[in-house]
């Protein structure tokens, strides 16, 4: 957590550089000697393979941006000279084209492990505020960026989702229109959703300083949910959480290359291979897998507005979770009741993907997909506004260990380290 | 009497007017083309690729265009394996439609477009000029480009094959062909507008293969494959030394790791 | 509990081993990023160009687009090859031959200007700041030396499209080329 500084520097330069800039404080506490809980499982090495994640997308997308070509007739040509003729051109765009599916594989689990934790539960609501707003930029950049190969997908997906706007009554077909700068998704379109693309990653960049910034003044959550109480609760960030978080990111790289390099187009769809063509509708048309469960509960709702509300209204809630939950216990492990609405949850956030990537009258056993879609959203509403509510009253939970020291390292050995 | 004999009569009239059951038009499932080149160390075969590209240049190189190909990829490592010299023979073999001349002129006295022999740097040419060309000379059907089909088509190489093999069947009782399309049960709906491009002995392969129409439907499949992802091999041995490399640095730092919190518990 | 020498050691080394290979491993996947600025596939396919002679008559020089210069491939007449090999290559103001198939220090004698003195190929960007300099002919002359004017700022190249008058520093640059035929250069 925040407090004092324990740098010194060692030479002269040190020295003189902490008098005038003190960024090598800054690293020295933030990832040198910063006290992490000695707890911290691999649920919580996800927020540095986030940045890495940023990272990768923002180098690779900066050196492809090199060589596209934001113009309608040229943006999808552009792309396959990439593919074909610059040097490992190929491997740069499955990189950035995969790196988008992993970062959302990452930040689901990273967002799943705040809810299951209680990381979003006082003091540290606006670090989950925040959070919220780095999703929500991440979902705008995918968007953008997923128009910018001009192939039938990026052409028709734009069209669904600004079209959107339109639902919005009296100015909706004025802020559609603003938003293309023509009379429909066009070279316009793709001219001002590149140069957004390309600056909204750092904005994101900016808002993850401020989201580390926010959780370096509580300090880390851990899987008990306690609170840290001495120094023995804690171990430094360097050796130990940095050697971790490099195992683990070398697993998450494994799979990432495991795509990259053996299923390049695993989560794309074939139909982007297709140049856009504005007089022929795909039979199908899918946002990217991330996409895909507010997608389903858009669907689910037949009018056009309250679909457009009930989606939004679910990225809304995320904001107000801090308050909906009134347990006073933050990690799951010591809430019974809480743990198994948690994982219904994710199951149904798993069925509403799936339904969202069926064709709008598809059909399981008889059952139409749109009715599982609606019982899911039903539920997703369900979990935050009622259950988070009732569950944290109503709940008795499991005993909770007396530190996070006696839980690690056993009664006697936290006690004997004191 | 009556009470039964009209409801019954009624209900006889109906089913009588009943349409027949509508047939589920869905495409029939792939085949599997039994591909070289699936699979984590697949690789293509040089022998398919090239007798592909010749059933594309001789079949359907007069409908189907190859936009993003050019001709120093057929002698690019991974791909046919032409040699240069071979490819640049290729290349002179087409008529790419000339730069102005000194007159800027692109037509000829009789209008036609004046053309040249083409070099490694162009790119196959389309056989029709637009769209609107294309529609014209195929029942108002639009040949799509080649070069991606793989890639575009769910299923890839082997829904490709499965097409170019569907033909010549006898559509079920009760499903009409459309006028103007023929019957292909892998189609979605059944009814495509190509008419079945391949003939057994329709191409005559130079290494002496036997052009049964599977034959050449899996070598042309298989060249497609390769203009969809010509960097397909290179792709694939990059992954081997990648992963190779990710699991020995992982497996370092996984004994680092246990190493520093040894100590710690 | 304090760590053992051997203890030290070992963590040491595989503190070693493990950066060594992340720095092996950033070092590897830095090239794909470095590379992919090189010229592409379809920029090295335009690299080399060939022209076909036949249609170029005596005294006349063809423009052709080489790697996004002008190129000047001009049939020198015998009174224009004599009028080159007759100057002293000591009294040139360059006195190289700047012929990217001949060794760099050779000198700008007529012989080492062309492969085959009919045919004298020449990158056509003047060696001062980059014009195109215009060609002279007999009936149309452009300088005093037959050759090249540049009218960006007065540069005057030979018959040999050496520098002779002018700011220009060097003579203009001979491509690497050949003969694939007696009517065909491959430039490049």
Known sequence: ???????????????????????????????????????????????????????????????????????????????????????????????????????????????????????????????????????????????????????????????????????????????????????????????????????????????????????????????????????????????????????????????????????????????????????????????????????????????????????????????????????????????????????????????????????????????????????????????????????????????????????VLGASAAAAAE | MMRIALPLGLALGLLATAPAMAIDTTRLPIKDGNFSFEGPFGTYDRGALQRGFQVYKEVCSACHALNHIAFHNLDEAGGPGFSEAQAKAIAAGYKIPAEPNDKGEIFDDKGNRLTRPGILADYFPAPFPNDNAARANNNSALPPDLSMIVKAREGGENYVYSILTGFHQTPPKGFTVTANKYYNPYFEGWNISMPPPLTANGVSYSDGTKATIEQEAHDVATFLAWASDPKMEERKQMGLSVLIFLVVLAGVLFAAYRKVWADAH | MTATTDDATRRDFLYVASGAMAAVGAAAAAWPFIDQMNPSAAVLAMASTEVDLSPIAVGQQVVVKWRGHPLFVRRRSPAEIASAKAVDVASLPDPLARNANLPDNAAATDADRAIKPEWLVLIGVCTHLGCTPTVSQPSAPEGEYGGWLCHCHGSQYDTAGRIRKGPAPQNLAVPPYSFLSDTRIKVG
């Open chain 1, 1 to 407: 957590m925040s407090g004092q500084s324990t740098y010194t520097p060692k030479s002269g330069l040190e020295k003189w550089i902490d008098q005038r800039l003190p960024l090598p404080r800054l690293m020295h506490d933030t990832m040198q000697t910063f006290p992490t809980p000695r707890n911290l499982n691999i649920w919580y090495t996800f927020g540095g393979i986030l940045t890495f994640c940023l990272a990768v997308q923002i180098i690779t997308g900066i050196v492809l941006a090199m060589h596209y070509v934001a113009n309608a007739d040229m943006a999808f040509d552009s792309v396959e000279r990439i593919m074909r003729d610059v040097n490992y051109g190929w491997l740069i765009r499955y990189i950035h084209a995969n790196g988008a599916s992993m970062f959302f594989l990452a930040v689901y689990i990273h967002m799943f492990r705040g809810l299951y934790y209680g990381s979003y539960k006082a003091p540290r609501e606006l670090i989950w505020i925040i959070g919220v707003l780095i999703y929500l930029l991440m979902m705008a950049t995918a968007f953008f960026g997923y128009v910018l190969p001009w192939g039938q997908m990026s052409f028709w997906g734009a069209t669904v989702i600004t079209n959107l706007f339109s639902a919005i009554p009296v100015v909706g077909t004025h802020i559609a229109t603003w938003l293309w700068g023509d009379f429909a998704v066009g070279d316009a379109t793709l001219n001002r959703f590149f140069s957004l693309h390309y600056l909204v990653p750092f904005i994101i960049a900016g808002v993850v300083g401020l989201h580390i910034w926010a959780l370096h003044v509580p300090g880390n959550n851990n899987p008990l949910g306690i609170d840290v109480k001495s120094p023995q609760d804690t171990v430094p960030f360097h050796p130990y959480y940095t050697v971790k978080d490099a195992f683990y990111l070398c697993l998450f790289v494994i799979i990432f290359a495991g795509f990259v390099f053996y299923a390049p187009n695993f989560f794309g769809n074939p139909d982007n291979y297709q140049q856009a063509n504005p007089l022929v509708t795909p039979p199908d048309i899918v946002p990217e897998w991330y996409l895909l469960p507010f997608y389903a509960m858009l669907r689910s709702i037949p009018n056009k507005l309250m679909g457009v509300l009930v989606m939004g209204g679910a990225i809304a809630t995320l904001v107000f979770i801090p308050w909906l939950d009134t347990s006073r216990v933050r990690s799951c492990r010591f809430r019974p009741l809480m743990k198994q609405f948690f994982w219904a949850f994710a199951v149904s956030a798993v069925i509403l993907g799936y339904c969202g990537a069926q064709s709008v009258d598809a059909a399981i056993a008889g059952i139409p997909l749109v009715w599982v879609a609606r019982l899911c959203s039903i539920y997703y509403y369900a979990f935050f506004w009622l259950i988070m509510p009732i569950v944290g009253l109503i709940e008795t939970p499991k005993k909770l260990p007396a530190s996070i020291a006696q839980s």
